[in-house]
């Protein structure tokens, strides 16, 4: 029986931009700036010096740690030197930039097929590891750290995230219309690696067309026990907890993870990119991106090489800045700001959006309104969370479970007096954990 998680919103779409542009590749940039954090965790450590020449799929910097995984060259050329390009949260960060030669030459490690049946848990585990997978839905946790949950915590399902309920995106859609056999088999892999034979598919009702291309891929290859379920359309369904709890009727304890409720959550872009690491050695260096929005006037869902930078993707799409008002990285729900175009694609980039409303810098006095409090998936009181921001009171933030908040933005959205509310609590969040960092 399918639930309706708490509080949500249904704000316009706006996916017909894209809605029915199939996949196709962006044009070859001339340089990829490749930052070595793009994955929650230690950043991974560069391997490459400056002048060596590189091969697409080589490795160019290594873990550094458990939860951390290495990256890889997009492009086949030369290293250059070590750039600074923005992470989507405003501050900058070291990236390596790699000329492109335009040979497109893969390292000869990355061609090499497996037998994905022929390889124990721990072999898939590391081969997702060495690939430099996380999380492709935003999140970015490593994946092979996903894939091996504590002792004591049983996974019995495996949850595969379709539901792409963020307004214009379209790249999942897409990869799923297109690509639908290969994401079942990367799901299948990681319910392998997790020992379950379970697994869910969840996706909003509003993608026909990729509904239908998951069922026949599950009857193709014989895996009628996968249930793939729609779901309706309501923001944030795609979140982790509210999508368990929409198909699975169970409830991720306050402060906890999905594996707490037995569950792994993996997004159809990773289990894609699962896929082909394992059944075809291919390191993650390109994933699709939406670029969407009234400012642009061809907007398209492209494969891009990972360390594309936005300005290159956005000329590409017609980009016009004098309508233009605000860029996004992400959906307009949950999506960062871009303050300029020195943003490259990371692992986690699924939408560059080019909006053409005023930026809302102007925000009124709280009218106790409690639309955001009705709104709130969480059950928190957003408009006292964010006043406690707003004043600095990070202890009592914590209190009142701001770490619960998923940041899905619909107090934001509601507010009539448009008061940055998310952005207040994004704030108390990376304070407590500011301060639970300086206290160890
Ligand atoms: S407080 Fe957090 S979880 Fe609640 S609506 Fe606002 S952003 Fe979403
Ligand atoms: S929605 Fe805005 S105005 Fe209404 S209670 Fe929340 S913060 Fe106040």
Request: positive net charge; hydrophobic residues 40%; glycine residues 10%.
């Amino acid at each position: 029986m399918l639930r309706r998680f708490r509080g949500g919103v249904h704000p316009p779409e706006n996916k017909n931009a894209t809605r029915d542009l199939p996949l196709r590749p962006s044009t070859p940039p001339p340089f990829v700036a490749i930052a070595f954090a793009q994955h929650i965790g230690k950043p991974a450590s560069l391997m490459i010096k400056p002048g060596e020449k590189v091969l697409r799929g080589q490795k160019i910097a290594d873990a550094s740690g458990l939860v951390s995984v290495p990256v890889h060259s997009s492009v086949s050329g030369t290293a250059k030197t070590v750039v600074q390009v923005r992470h989507p949260l405003g501050y900058m960060m070291d990236a390596l930039r790699i000329d492109n030669d335009g040979q497109d030459t893969w390292h000869p490690e990355a061609l090499k097929k497996r037998d994905p049946a022929s390889l124990s848990s721990q072999e898939i585990d590391r081969i997702v590891c060495e690939a430099g997978l996380v999380g492709m839905g935003g999140a970015t946790f490593p994946t092979h750290v996903k894939l091996q949950p504590p002792a004591g915590k049983r996974i019995d399902v495996l949850l595969v995230n379709a539901a792409e309920c963020e307004p214009y995106l379209t790249a999942d859609d897409w990869l799923m219309r297109e690509n639908a056999e290969s994401i079942l088999r990367g799901a299948e892999l990681f319910a392998r690696t997790v020992g379950t034979e379970r697994i869910v598919v969840g996706m909003e009702n509003n993608k026909p067309v990729a509904l239908a291309s998951l069922k026949a891929a599950r009857e193709k290859l014989s895996l009628g026990k996968v249930e793939i379920l729609p779901l309706p359309v309501r923001y944030p369904q795609g979140a982790e907890k509210q999508l368990i709890y929409a198909l699975l009727g169970r409830e991720v304890p306050s402060g906890g993870l999905p594996m707490d409720t037995g569950v792994l959550v993996h997004n159809v872009a990773t289990c894609y990119a699962g896929y082909e690491a394992v059944a075809f050695s291919r390191p993650l260096t390109e994933r699709v991106v939406t670029v969407t929005g009234p400012g642009v006037d061809r907007p398209a869902n492209l494969w891009v090489r990972i360390g594309t930078m936005a300005g290159h993707l956005l000329e590409e799409c017609g980009f016009a800045p004098g309508r233009t008002r605000k860029l996004l990285v992400g959906g307009p729900m949950m999506g960062m700001p871009m303050r300029d175009l020195d943003f490259a694609v990371g692992k986690g980039t699924n939408g560059i959006l080019a909006l053409t409303d005023p930026a809302d810098h102007l925000y009124r006095p709280c009218i106790r309104c409690s639309r955001c409090v009705d709104g709130c998936p969480m059950g928190l009181y957003p408009c006292f969370l964010s006043n406690l921001g707003e004043a600095g009171d990070w202890a009592t933030a914590e209190q009142y479970n701001a770490r619960d908040c998923i940041e899905c933005g619909v107090c934001s959205y509601v507010c009539p007096s448009r008061r940055p509310i998310v952005q207040w609590i994004r704030l108390e969040k990376a304070e407590l954990n500011r301060l639970r960092s300086t206290a160890k």
